[in-house]
């Protein structure tokens, strides 16, 4: 499966940004569990929000309550919407995807998009 994600930018202090990953094949795309993880400068990848393939949901609690995870399988497609952005939300945003029960780090990643939040 391969992942293109892409919606990042620059965006000033409580604005909000919608990031999109789409999948190249979507032949097993409606099976996988999809996820939002973030690196931000200088530190250790970490989750953001995760969608099961019937549309389950976790946020991790950095973000919770600012961004919304959907997945729109007949387009093959998962969104992160966020909200009232901080600087501390600067990072490279990658999505991810994996079949259920399988870990993170054998499933596949898309290249990143970096969100930028600055005044």
């Known amino acids: 499966v391969q992942l293109q994600a892409s919606g990042g930018g620059l965006v000033q202090p409580g604005g909000s940004l919608r990031l999109s990953c789409a999948a190249a094949?979507?032949?097993?795309?409606?099976?996988?569990?999809m996820g939002w993880f973030r690196q931000p400068p200088g530190k250790e990848r970490e989750s953001v929000a995760i969608i099961g393939n019937r549309g389950s949901t976790y946020y991790a609690d950095s973000m919770k309550g600012r961004v919304t995870i959907s997945r729109d399988n007949a387009k093959y497609t998962m969104y992160l919407q966020m909200n009232n952005l901080k600087p501390e939300d600067t990072a490279v945003y990658f999505c991810?995807?994996?079949?259920?029960?399988?870990?993170?780090?054998?499933?596949?990643w898309g290249q990143g998009t970096l969100v930028t939040v600055s005044s």
């Open positions: 991810a995807a994996a079949p259920p029960g399988t870990a993170w780090a054998k499933g596949f």
């Open positions: 094949s979507g032949r097993t795309f409606n099976d996988y569990t």
